[in-house]
Each structure stands twice: as C-alpha cells, then as structure tokens.
C-alpha cells in the first residue's frame, strides 16, 4: 500500500539468480582497413567485465556460478546467451553490454553491434551483425524472472528508453534500465588500461557502497550518484554535460544490485576532495576549478597522456590528455551517507507521459529537489495508463487497486501501482473520476483548483491542403472538416482509441456535438481500415506507412504534438498545419494528490514531497518560477519543461509557454494566437458530455459480436494455466463485453483431417461474464492434438459472415495461439486464399500470438491481421491489455 513504508525493496538473494555481463573488447573489421568496420577496438570494455563481475560477486546477490561473461562475435552467439539466462534466472535477471552502439539516423532505435559487425552507411545506415535493443527488450519480458535490470554502456544508450517507454504496463512494473548517457550522444570509451568511464564509477559504487562507507546498493540510488558524478565530472563528444538516464520499474519497488557489509565505525573514509559537496558538485567557492585532494598515481595531473577511443560508429579514433580542468577527476565520498529517498508514483495519461517524464527527471535533479545537504529529497516513478480505465478505477475500484481479490478486476495489473500523484490530460476528468454512489472509497483525489498548462486539440492537415489565411483555420469542426474535403475530395479525418487517451475522447465529443448526437454517423466520418491509433504520436507516426494517405489525412491530435510527436522511427511524413476547432475542447493538465486510506506511515514526510513537486511543476511556489526561462514571464521549472514541448498558458490567452529558442509556434505549423478557443461545453458541462461521448462511442453500431479462437493443440500445455494462461486471458478481455453483446469460445485442436477443425467451449450468445468466465475455466482443456489455424479461421470467417448479413454490428474475431502450428497456414497456397477471405469478409481479425516474434513483418500473424483490418498482437507489448482494449472497441462493456 502506497505510503506504509519508505522504500520498498526486493531483495533477491537467495533466490535463482543470472547476470549476463556481454562486452565486445575487439571487432573484427575496422576503419581505415575495412570501410565497413566500426571506429576501432575497444580495450576498456575488458577492464570492464573483468571488475563488473568481481563487485557484483562481493556484493552478495550473485553466487559465482550466476555470472555469464560473454564476448560474442554474431547475434546468434548473444542470442543464445541471453537465451540461457532467461531461462535460468527466477528471482533477479541482470543484463550489462558495453561496447559500440549505434542508430540509424538521429532519433531511432539503438542497436548493440557485436564482433563481426559491419555497417552499411546511407541516409538511414543499416548494421549486419547487431542486435536491435527493440528485439533484445522483447526477449527479457518474457522473462520468468521476479525482476530484470539492464545496464548499457555505449554510444546512444540513452535511444533506448523509447522502447521501454513503449511496453505495456505489465511489463515496465518489473524491468529497471539504465543508460550510460542521454539519448542522440557519443561517449569517450576512456584508457586502453582502465575501465570505460561510466562502468569505472558503476563498479566503485557497488564495491565500496553509494557514500564510500559499504552497506547495500539499490538501483535508484546507484542510477542517481551515478548521474550526479558523471553530468558533474564528464561531458559527450559533442560536447554537453554527460547524463545517464534511467527507468526504474513502475511497481515503485527499488532492486537490490549489492549487499556489502556495514562498515566499522572506526573504519577510515575516503578523502572527500575540497571544492566537492556531498553530490560531487563543484562547490560555490570555486566554481569549475579541479578539485586540489589526493590524486591516484596515474591521474593525468601527473602528466600521463591518456590514449581515448570513442565508443561510437563511424567517428575516428581520438588521442587526446585532459580536456578540460575537472572532466576525468574522481568523485569524491559523500562526507555523510544520504537516506534513501522518498518514491512518489505519478500516473499520467499516455499523451502527456513523455512530457511529464521530462519534467520528473528535471526536478530529481534541480535545487528544488535536494537537501542542505545535497541529498536527493524524493524520487519519481512517471507512468501511463488508459485514461477511461484510469477513470473508472478511481470511480469503482479503488478497493481492489489496493486489495486484488480476483482476475477480473485487477487495477494494480491493468494501469500499475497506487498512484500518489495523478495528472490527467482533461480536468472534466477528476471529476468523472470522484465516486457516483455511497459505496466506499479508498482513494480521496484532492484536486488543485486549475489546470497548469493548455494545449488546444487541433486538426493537423498536410500543408498542401490546409487553409491559407487564419481565419480559414479556426472554426467549427463540421465546417473545418467540410472545407477541407471541398480542397480535396479523398481526404479523411482520424482521431485516436477515445478508450484511451483524453484527447481522443474530447475530439469524440466534438465529432458528435452537442445537439441530438448521431454517433454512428459520427463513427462512419471518421472510419478507416483497421483500429485507431492508442495516442497521438502513434497515430501521426503511422500515417507515413502510406505516402498517399499521408498527404490526404488530417488528424484531430493536441496541439503541442505537432512539436513533439515527430520521433518516428526513420519515417518522413507530410508537414502539417494546425487548424483550430473552437467545439473541440482542449487538453487541460491538472494536479491531483491522491491519498489512499490506510496509507498513514510516512505521511507527513509524503505530504511535503508531493507539495514540493507541486510546486515546482505548476509554478506556485519559490522553486517553481525559478529554472529555465519561458516565453510567459515568471514561469520556470516544471513549467518551463512544458513550454519547451509546445504547451501553453492555462490562463488568459493561454499564451505559449515557450515558443522555443528565438523560434514561434509558427515553426511547427502551429498559430501563436488563434483567439479564443472556449467552444460550448466547459465547466461542468463537459464531465457528462465526455462520459455521454464515451458511452455513445461504445454503443455506435449497436451490441457487438466476438468469436474468441483458443489454440488447444498440445504445445499450449506451458502458456494454460492461471489468468496469464490462454483460457485466462480470455477470462480478462470479457471485461470490454456487456450482457447485451454476443460472444462465444471454440478450441482449436483436432486429428489431422479432421472437420471441423474445432470443438465449442462456449456456445455463441449473450452471457452473464461470470457465468462464461466459469464455462470458459471448466471447458476449455489441452489436447493432445495438432491445430489447423486454417480451417479454424476459415469456418470463423464464414460463421461470422452469416451473423452479421441483417445488421452492421461491429464484429470481432480473435485467435489466441503459440503460433507452433503456423505450418498449416502457409502449405500448399493456403496462405494467400485465407488472405483474400479476410479481405472480403471485412471482419477484422486480432491474432493474439503468445510469441514475441508473431507479429513481426512477413509472419503470417501480421499478414492475416492487416488483411482483415484487425490487429496483431504478440508479448512484445502487454498483450492482455492491449487485447482487452480490442474487445472492448467492439462491445458496450461497462460504463465509464
């Protein structure tokens, strides 16, 4: 329960643990030799391995035998080895490489390169024997271990955090990264005879503790001395102050990584340098000067020239001594060992959560979040979570959030831990969120009494279509829409899943007005093949899949995306202009202390960790109008981090909160005064318009139908059991299902030959959901058989066909499989005449694969889906969420 202690801790020892150190000391083709090859070996990754895995042998949590060392000269070798310990690891699973890291292009994802790499250069380079992080993320969470941590030490490490930030709730409750720098920036690799900089510093603190003093070492603590030396100390090949980022699990559970034994009182300290304080800051005496204490006998003071290499791909080596004074200088003991700090859990909606992020990780690190000691006052766990399910957790299900007593409802599984702090993307939204009736609640929302920032949801239409003069660029949505089908007949409008994201639920409400609603025909505007996108950025970064559909599609998104949400992975898409609907209300961040009952230990203590962040994020306080400047005068701190994403004021004229270095809104297709944007609905009327719009959205074509395909074949008996188990996860999508939609369950198992290919466990109809979670439970057994997914889909197609000849009911076909059976689909053309049926039918078809590669581009799985106007599915992502949203999208489920 959230509150009931200071720092919550798993501590593995004991348990079956694996830490798998990978390093690449030597590459097999370089540059000049090779034009191929990557900049050069790199002799401090073996210092590297060497001392990593001796402190994490000392530190008590890995037993000698539980430490891998792997220099791997292909993917297949790391692929095995990783493979290996996945397998092994049950409590902690620890993941280091240090070695070249690359990126295809500024922004996109990170790939590990390994012995026998090679590069293909190229507007967007291409890397022949490296593993793409996306890939190597994938495989760890399916991880049976309690939890995994992943250390990366190498150029770019920082792009990784994007695949992180992409995995389900599920997943990112357990797995903690950290990167030896921020995203975009090449590192020093350091001596040919030492260890590279960053690992140098990992390994001091796990051998001699965080303060120099012994005693345990847990992961946020280590990520954050280790950002406070290394951004102090060090800076990138750019050059700008060198930051390691890091993702703690969600759970809010720290890991412990060492356990050293508490030193003696009488035990010498570490001398702390003059000119340091207790975070290895230079001192306000003297600023920027090289600390003046004992140095080791090869610091470079003494006049011994370092060899450099870069870690890095396509940058020559470097030989070079000391750049500057007080770069490479050690970090001197803290003169008094910091407390832990105090975890505060912040839940976002997903459209804010990259901003909010950035503005956590510049408080952890600001004045305002440090003692007169120089210790850190609290930390931050930022996630997401759908916002309608977010609603109704607070509305109806606290007690569950704080007691889980089943499977099918579960908040803690479904949107993550207990919140202390809960920022949604609409204010209508707490109060959507307050309970309705006199059943009790464990959770108080004590919300500020305005929002703290503003951005307007926009129509984003490609510049070759959007309307000239301001005037032409603000108005009502019918009459923007209206125009810019009569500039280009074939011209669609999208807007994202309004399950989960405010901003998709508000262009919802101002797609069915407010006079008498026709959702249906609000629904059929804005149709398109396939489910919508989750968020904003989704959507806008999957619109350049097609060139012609880019060009020609406008997308009702905030408007601050228009500034961000341009980190597609190596995807050019059509520039876009904002045009204003005035009936379409706005994003409206607002501030929300959630206290839970019971939840009393640490109050006060909580209580001033959570007003502090409050202060600085919103501007209210001392600490807030202090940090970075902003276009609007006074704001600072959190403030400031908003404006630099494309926020505005949330007052007045809702002003830009900062247009960018010397830059205007115009610069991103924005208008920096598009007048006054307060359409109809505001104030109280808008909670009941959002909650009216939801319902309407999930009743627009009436009861839904869904026909869930359960893989029975024998290889299923390991994926059966429990609510992560087959039968399980379809327990948990009924969920999205009310009394009045159809649903049934056929087993998909059967002797070769056999017709048909299949056997009911749920007979098609209208259920009560406990009753068929109950048939579902009882029926559903594994077979010792083969599937035929062929047949399966096939006599699915066809049944679904017949249903749906008299009504347009939205229909729903899910196949939940490990995929072993896959041979069927493709023997003897069958593949491609399964293809065609789908695309007839119309039906869509969300293939739930059990395995992390299923959905990947040329498997069958993807094919079928896209087909079929579906979606695929695999553990790549959290799959049991993600295939609960699907359902629901279909059925009426409950209210919210």
């Known amino acids: 329960m959230t509150g009931d202690s200071q720092v919550v801790r798993f501590d593995p020892r004991g348990k079956a643990n694996r830490a798998l150190l990978v390093g690449v000391p030597a590459y097999a083709f370089k540059q000049p030799e090779n034009p191929a090859g990557v900049s050069g070996d790199l002799k401090a990754v073996e210092h590297n391995l060497v001392g990593l895995k001796r402190s994490l042998h000392e530190g008590g949590v890995f037993a000698e035998h539980e430490i891998t060392l792997s220099r791997p000269s292909s993917v297949d070798e790391f692929d095995g080895e990783l493979d290996a310990a996945v397998d092994a690891a049950e409590g902690l699973l620890l993941l280091y490489f240090s070695g070249h890291g690359a990126v295809p292009s500024t922004g996109a994802e990170l790939w590990l390169l390994m012995g026998r790499a090679t590069i293909v250069p190229g507007d967007e380079s291409v890397f022949r024997g490296a593993a793409p992080w996306k890939s190597v993320l994938t495989v760890l969470s399916r991880a049976g271990a309690e939890h995994v941590v992943v250390i990366l030490d190498c150029c770019y490490a920082g792009n990784a955090s994007a695949a992180w930030d992409a995995l389900g709730a599920a997943q990112r409750q357990r797995i903690s990264l950290l990167m030896s720098v921020q995203a975009n920036n090449r590192i020093d690799a350091g001596d040919n005879d030492t260890p590279t900089p960053f690992t140098g510093q990992l390994v001091r603190f796990l051998r001699h503790g965080l303060h120099g003093q012994g005693g345990d070492v847990g992961f946020e603590g280590l990520a954050d001395r280790l950002k406070a030396h290394m951004s102090t100390h060090h800076k990138t090949l750019r050059p700008e102050p060198w930051v390691p980022q890091s993702r703690p699990a969600t759970s809010g559970a720290d890991v412990l990584l060492a356990a050293g034994p508490a030193p003696s009182p009488d035990a010498p300290r570490p001398p702390t340098p003059p000119g340091l304080d207790r975070t290895g800051d230079t001192s306000p005496q003297s600023p920027g000067a090289p600390p003046q204490g004992p140095r080791p006998p090869d610091h470079p003071a003494h006049g011994k020239r370092y060899r450099r290499r870069m870690v890095a791909v396509g940058v020559p080596v470097a030989i070079a001594g000391l750049v500057a004074a007080g770069l490479a200088v050690l970090d001197g003991w803290d003169s008094a060992p910091c407390k832990p700090p105090l975890e505060l859990r912040l839940l976002t909606d997903p459209d804010l959560e990259p901003t909010v992020r950035k503005a956590a990780e510049a408080y952890l690190t600001s004045d305002a979040n440090r003692t007169g000691d120089g210790c850190r006052r609290s930390g931050i766990t930022v996630y997401g979570a759908g916002a309608a399910a977010t609603v109704a957790a607070f509305s109806r299900q606290t007690d569950p959030w704080q007691r889980p007593a089943g499977d099918e409802s579960n908040p803690q599984r479904d949107i993550g831990p207990q919140p202390d702090i809960w920022i949604p993307a609409s204010s209508a939204s707490v109060e959507r969120a307050r309970p309705t009736s006199t059943e009790r ?158 939840a009393d230990r640490d109050k006060d203590e909580r209580d001033d960790a959570v007003k502090r962040f409050h202060d600085w994020l919103t501007g209210t306080g001392a600490a ?273």
């Open 624 to 896: 807030g109008k202090s940090g970075a400047a902003s276009s609007v005068p006074g704001v600072g701190g959190g403030l400031a981090e908003f404006g630099k994403d494309g926020f505005r004021s949330a007052s007045g004229g809702h002003r830009p909160l900062d247009a960018g270095a010397g830059g205007t809104f115009s610069d991103f297709g924005a208008l920096n005064d598009p007048g006054q944007l307060t359409g109809p609905l505001t104030g109280s009327a808008l909670p009941p318009a959002m909650t009216a719009a939801l319902k309407g959205y999930r009743e627009a074509n009436g009861p839904g139908r869904v026909l869930f395909l359960l893989d029975a074949s024998g290889s299923m008996g390991g994926l059966w059991e429990g609510p992560g188990g087959a039968p399980g996860i379809i327990g948990q999508s009924l969920a999205g299902l009310g009394e009045r939609d159809e649903y049934g369950v056929w087993a998909v198992a059967a002797e070769p030959g056999s017709r048909p290919a299949h056997s009911v466990v749920l007979p098609f109809g209208k259920h009560r959901r406990e009753e068929a979670q109950h048939a579902i439970e009882t029926s559903a057994q594994v077979k010792d058989m083969e599937a035929d997914p062929y047949q399966a889909l096939v006599a699915a197609l066809d049944a679904m066909r017949q249903l749906g000849t008299d009504d347009h009911r939205p229909q729903l076909i899910v196949y939940i499989t490990d995929d072993e059976d896959n041979n069927r689909l493709t023997e003897g053309g069958r593949l491609e005449g399964l293809l065609q049926s789908a695309r007839e039918k119309k039906i869509p078809v969300v293939m739930a694969s059990l395995d992390s590669g299923g959905c990947d581009r040329g498997k069958p799985d993807a094919a079928i889906s896209e087909a079929s106007g579906g979606r695929c599915l695999d553990t790549k992502s959290d799959l049991v969420a993600r295939l609960r949203d699907e359902v629901a999208r279909t059925g009426t489920g409950d209210e919210g």
């Open 441 to 598: 609640t464990y959770a108080v929302l004590e919300a500020d009494q305005e929002p703290f920032a503003y951005s307007p949801v926009v129509l984003a239409v490609p510049q070759n279509l959007a309307g000239e003069a301001v005037a032409d660029r603000v108005g009502g949505l019918a009459a923007l829409t209206a125009a810019l089908r009569g500039r280009e007949g074939k011209a669609e409008v999208r807007r994202t899943d309004p399950e989960y994201t405010d901003a998709g639920l508000l262009a919802t409400v101002g797609l069915y007005g407010t006079g008498a609603p026709d959702p249906a025909a609000a629904e059929h505007a804005v149709a398109q093949a396939g489910p919508p996108s989750r968020t904003g950025g989704d959507l806008l970064c999957t619109l350049p899949d097609d060139d012609s559909t880019d060009e020609r599609t406008a997308a009702l998104v905030p408007e601050f995306l228009l500034k961000t949400g341009v980190g597609c992975d190596a995807a050019t898409r059509a520039r876009r202009m904002a045009e204003y609907p005035v009936d379409v209300p706005g994003l409206s961040p607002r501030f929300v202390r959630v206290r839970w009952a019971g």
